[in-house]
Structure formats: C-alpha cells, structure tokens
C-alpha cells in the first residue's frame, strides 16, 4: 500500500468512525429518558471514543497526504472541504470535553459526514501548485482560516439544537417554516452526493462543443444527463440526452444542472421521508432536545464564536492581507472570496454587538448563530464555484 | 446641569447613576430596581445625559449600539452586493466606455444596470467610503462615550461600598462570621491572584481589571487601521505603477528616481509530471497544463546623485535578482511584483520597399516597434518616413487610427514613402494583414519580411509606507480582542458589620461561571455565608409563576 493509499483509507475509516458516533451519540440522547445523565454519560463515552478514533485518522489523512503532495493538504475544493470536517469535529470534541453534551454530537456529526461527502464530489487527486500559492502563507492562512470556520460552526449546532427545542411544532409560525428550511437544504446536500455518486459510478458522460461568453469554440464535459445547454451547444458524445433548455452565455448550464439534478434529487428524498414519517424533520428531530438545557447551548453557541471569532479575524483577514500584499502587491483587492471574508467578520461583530450592548442572546443569538454559519458554506461554496474570482480553483 | 453629591460626599458627574465612589444609587428610578446594571458601572455618559444641541444629537446617533450594528450591516449589504458582478478592475476593458459596452455584451440588461448604479465600481464609490467613514465616527464617538466615564469610575472606586448597592449585585451573600473571617478571606483572595484593598471593617478585591479595556483597544486598533487606508491618498505614501519590460531591456523604474532596471529575460515554467512530479500526473492530464514558476531575472541600476536625468552612462550595479511570484524584490522601500507577462512579443518588423508591378526592391528596413524612428532612409536615397505609429491598432475613429494599448500586438504603421521615382511621395497605412492606400492607388508598397520576437514580463512597482501603520492597527485591534474576550474582570466587596456579620457582593463582566469558582474556594478556606445567584433566583421564581398560570 502507497501512502496515498493509506491516506485515503484512513479519511474512509474516519468517515465510518462518525457514521457510527452519530448513532451512538443519538442512542445516548434518546435512552436517556429519564433526563438524569448517567445514562447518557455512559452511551456518550463511548460515542466519544469512536469520535476521538475517527478525528485520529483523518488528522492521519491529513498528515500523510501533507506527505505526499508535499504542501499543506488544503489547496483545492476537496482538501479544504476535507479540512473544514475535520476542524468541525475536532471543534466538537473540545467543546464535549468542557460541557459533555451529547445531543450536540448527534447534530454536529451528521454535518460533518455531508461536509466531507461532499468534499469527495471534487477531483481528489494529488495537484500541484500554482507559483501563487508556493508559499508557507498557504499553510498559514488556510490552516488558521479552516480552524476558526470549524469553530464557528459549532455555535451554529448549538444554535440549531436550541432552535429545535424551543420552537412550537404545533403551531404556525415563520420561525417553524425556516428551520425546516434549513432540514431541506441538508437534504439538498445530501442530494447532490446521491446523484453525483450515482452518475459517478455509472462513469455517465457527455461532450458538448459550446460558444462561450467571450464568443471563443469551447467544450465541456457532463458528467449528469445534460438538462440545461451551454451557449450554442452541438453534441459530441453519440446518443448522449439531448439539454431541454440552451442558456445565454454568462450562464454556466453544466454547473446549473448540478444544481437542478441535486435539488431535484433532494427533494424526491425529503418528499419520502415526510411521507414515510409523516412529520417534518425538525418535528421528528424535537424528542431529541428534551433534555437539553437551553442555557448550556446557548453558552456553548456564545462560547465558540469568543473562541472562533479572533482566530477568523487572524487568519480570513490578518494573514489573508500579509499574504496578499506578498503574492499580488496589494493586500486588499475587493475580489469575491476577501469581500466575503470581510462579510463574515462583520457579521460576526453585529452578533457581538447585539449581544453584549443590546442583550440579543438565546432565541435571536441561536439564529443569528445559524445564519453565520450559512455565510460561511456561501463563501466555500458559492463564491468558489459561481462567482469567479482569483480564488476559484477545482 | 449640576454636579450630583452623593451622602457619601463624593461629588458625580451630572447623570450619574450609580455613585462613583460608594455605589449609591442616585436617582430613583435606581433605587426601585432588583438588580444594578453595572454594564458601565452606572456611570454618567454623555449620550445619555445632553440631548439639546445639534452636537448632541450627532454625539448621541453614533454613540448607539443600535446606529452602529445598524451601519455594520448596511456595509455588509452593500460589499456583498458588489460581488454579483465583477467589479471593474476585473473586466477586460481599459476605457469608461469599453468597460460600460462590456457589461451590457456579457451580462445583458442586468449588467447595464449593474453599471448604471455605480456598482461596477462599488468599493470606490462617495456614498460606500462615506459608510466606512460612519463606522469609524462612530467607533470613536461610541468608545469615547463609555470609555471615559468608565475609566473614572473604576479609578474612583471605594473599598466600602454602600449596603444598597452590595444588595444589588448579582452575587450576594449575607449571614455570620468569625472575628478572622475577613483576614482568611483576605489571604485566599491574594492566593488566587486578586488584588486585595482594605479599608476598616471591609475589602475590595479585583481581579483583570483590563480587560475591561479590551473592545476600546480593539476600537482603537480599527480606528488606526482605517486611518493608514486613508494615509495612502497622501502623495508619497503610496506609489501603484505598471513596468513592462523586455528581455534585454534597461528602464528607469517609474516613480522610483535614481533607479534604473534591466530585464535579463522572462522564464515560464510548466509541471511536466514526470521524476520527481510523477504523483501530480493525473492532475496534470485532467486539466492541461500547470503552471510553476513565473521569473524575471533582472539586474537594479542606481544612477548617481547629480547625474542628469536620463543620463545612464554612470549608473552602479547595485544588485542581480530573481522575481518570481510570492517573492517580490524589496529595494529602498520599493518592491517589484511578477504580476504578468507577455511571451513572444513583436520586438521588431521588417519591410522592403517594393515597387508593386515589377516587385524590385529599392532595400529593407527595420522597425524596432517599441522605440521607431521617424526616418528610415534607404541606400539609393529612397525615405519611409513614418507618420504614425499604433502598437496595439484597434481601428479607426473619426477616421483617426486608434491604439488599444502601448503593447505591440498589433501593429499599424501611417507611412509615407518618397522614392526618386516617386518624389511627392506616397501614403499607406499598414497592418499586420493589410494595407490601406487613403490617398489613391500607390505605385510602391512595403512588402512584409519578417519579425524577430522576445518576451516581456509585466511588473508592479509598490512603495506603500502606510504598511507599519496598518500593520500596528491589526496588532492592537488583536490584542484588544483577546484582552477583552479572554480575560474578565472580577470583584468581591467584603464587609464585616458592627455585630460581626458578613456582607458580600460579586461581580464580573462575564464569565459567571468562573466568579463562582474563585468564590467557592474563598467561602470554603475562611468559613463565609452561603452565596446565591439573584439573577438565577429571579429567573427561577418567573419559571414558577409562569408555570403557574399554565
């Protein structure tokens, strides 16, 4: 066995070692019906250990593809993806140790499992660097970066499990609506790992020859059935599905149908289990937090953004601007991926304004929490993939 | 408005809610309430007080929480709205207009109206640094208003505090003590890093009072940044220029004076996936080439003091470098970036002077296309006088040829040819493709011989002396944020009456948790009474009449 082997074995055991935490740290949660805590202390130590286990081996993975490629594992969409579950549990796991909360392990551990699923959708092969980022500031920037995002989305969890339990099912009401929006959008993810995993191993593939925006003959390969044309498209692959709808140029079908498939693919999956439930996700999810101690998450959702927030501010702006002015002379250029950096700090400096000078915590803090937390995945998700900038790569 | 004498004499500011000195509250509405809100100690703010002239107003607006998130987010909308299209210096176009057609051609309507507010340009706009220009008004004016108030009132502050204020606080204990009580509580206190002040029958102790300066370093951190971006509009602090050179080249370095560079040549570098980059192969064949190295060997002149300008003959060596990305060349305050380049540029072009029916030539001429002559005269006295030059031609408006760029990429030469058969002369414009005769049909042509090529690297010369200044903001604003959310300020006012009870108040700024702690330790080593958490009381007894009513 290579060790680009090893390393990618040890993310696969990683990834199963969550897989079984989660259910360990659910079956805590929930024989712990009583609402005394020995049970779940006990359940909870040991959906711990298998956590632990699981964050050993992918800092194994980490390490050991550092090896290999030779740079900090974190220079593309799948290892920086990779990166941000390992942080988040990593996360996890020092906020368990202080307040011992399993429910937060059975939610943070499933968004760990799609974070890293999805990562796994990008081309994972070992890439070398562009003169840009031949630099130790690579490390340095990104390391910190991914750190302090794993942090932050711990308060968005927390925020989450108190959504959960102080939320009325029972009634109408805006805030009901949009946290099952926020249950469709996980499903969506999982959606778009359902159907690229699908379309992947079936090896489904279809050349197109394209006009492009700036009037040039290009192609592009689907690697999903062509819902949606490029520019001007002429098929190149025999008997591949023929788009139903051609897009102008500044539209990018390829990704666009991605997109359609993954949430049409999500969809039929939360459309089946709201029909063989017969409840909403968060309605199903509820008996879960019912003995969590609103006070505690709350504390524990203001506690990582006091930890996370300073790391952020370091490395998304402090380093980021160090090693711009090193790389393209200048350290603020206004491109995308540094106006979203500034975006999140900002917004993370509204929460704590709010909270210490105008006492928004429990409720307004939990959303607040969560709505960073979807800044956070907009600027590593979007801002790579659709809005094109100097820091778009894979 | 009066100076407000508290009875223990000590004499507060007009607005002053709790006593500086003894914590007495001072109004009544004060006096009514369960619990002190020691956010500022209750002291007198100026927002809070003064609200007749302008100047207050003004004062007060941005001394709010509520105006200053309010400005944060509005900030927040606007960068993000910045990034639905490419702001301007992204888009391939040089001239306001091309830029304007630009977004029109690829994004359409949307584009025309993303340009036509300003958003093109979103980051330099008035009404965009004005709102940077809010925040930091009001980062000073807010800062300013708690931080001076606050500051007094922790100098101010008295060991003995009023009953009524101790009753107050969110920690209260109150029950029996030893006649040692004090002194065993005393030394715990010192054991656990507080410092301990005695007055009487009472003691005062604290614990990380600084960090309570914490967010006004980081303000002031902010503010110092903020003002080092503003500094870069001065002339000199900053210099932003473009130096294309060509291999072989010598050129004075713009706005570095004195300073003279030539360009050894350009080197690219591609992965090739072979040796050593064996494991990047299947990279490599997934998207083509990778670049790995962008590098312009360049030799630095310094031109002696006195010399003339323009004057190289006794330029000094002063250093051989290599510039490649991530590793600018720093000299005298200035640096040199790779930030592009241009391979195989057209260095010169050659022609023959052709007569167009019999195709005899009357000689060759060279143009260098970055410097031209305007005379190129032949051996039999023929002249190719050249009228205009368009390195980068890009067609014709109002008749007149147009240049794109000053690169020559593609040439377009205003000739005139005078030949002894030909003395008044004759006009042709030419190109790389074409040639067009203006004035009528011409008798001789410039026939295309050939091109000799080099490439051309692309550098940025920076000086940016306002570096240290934004550097120390981001240090201090660091600082101010660790120093005010890892660190918390605790207190414990002890007081021992005349029967030998014992009073005692907690307080920190955060971090109840941790106040608990400390407080455990003291009331287990000196015997105190029992603490409880009013605030937890409070909320435990609404839980219970809420649930009542259910």
Redesign the interface.
Known sequence: MTLADISSNLLFVAFIAYLIATFVFGGAVKGNKKGTYRSEQRWGKVAITITVIGFVAQLGYFITRWMVTGHAPISNMFEFTTAFGMTLVGGFIILYALYKTAVLGMIVLPIALLIIAYASMFPSEVSPLIPALQTNWLAIHVITVVIAEGILAISAAAGLIYLLKVIDQKKKSKQRFWLEAIMYSLVLVLGFVVTSTFFTLTNYEADFAYVNKDGQPSEITYNMPAIFGMNEFEPMTDGAFTPLLEMPPIVHAGKLTTVLWSVAVGTVLYALIRLIFRKRISEMLQPFTKNVNLQLMDEINYRSIIIGFPIFSLGALIFAMIWAQIAWSRFWGWDPKEVWALVTFLFYAAYLHLRLGRGWAGEKSAWLAVIGFVIIMFNLVAVNLIIAGLHSYA | MDKLICKCGHENPPGTVLCESCGRPLNEQEQNKQLADMRYEGTARRSQTYNKSIIDKIWNFFSS??V??GI??V??IA??L???L??K??VPATTEADIEAYYTD???SVGTVYHALGFHDL?NSFWFIGLVGMLAISLIIASLDRFVPLYRSLKNQRVLRHSSFMRKQRILAEGPGDTDTLKKAEEKLADLKYKVSTDKNGLLAEKGRFSRWGPYVNHIGLIIFLFGVMLRMMPGFYV?ETLWIREGETRAIPDAPGYVLESKGFTLET?TGEGE?E??G???D?VGT?????QTDVVLYKIPEGALPGDTADMEMVEEHAI???Q?FKFDGY?L?Q?DFQQDELKTMSFALQNKETGESRGDLTIDLVNPETNYELEDGSVVELLGYYPDFSGFENGEPQTATPLPKNPGFLVKMTTPDTPDGETSFITIQNTVEPLGDNDYKLAFQGVETRDASGL?V?K?RT?PI?GLG?LI??IG??QG??FNHRRFWIQQQADGSILLAGHTNKNWFGLKKDLDQVTEHASLPAYRDQQEDMEAQEKREGEQLT
């Open positions: 929480v509520k200053g998130v944060i987010i900030l927040l960068a993000a910045g990034t639905i490419p702001q210096q992204y690829i994004y359409g980051y932003d992965y980059e494991k990047f299947e990279a490599i997934r990778v670049a790995k190295n962008y490649r990305v991530n600018p640096a970036y930030m940025t920076r940016d570096l934004l981001g604003f660091m944020v660790a959310m890892y």
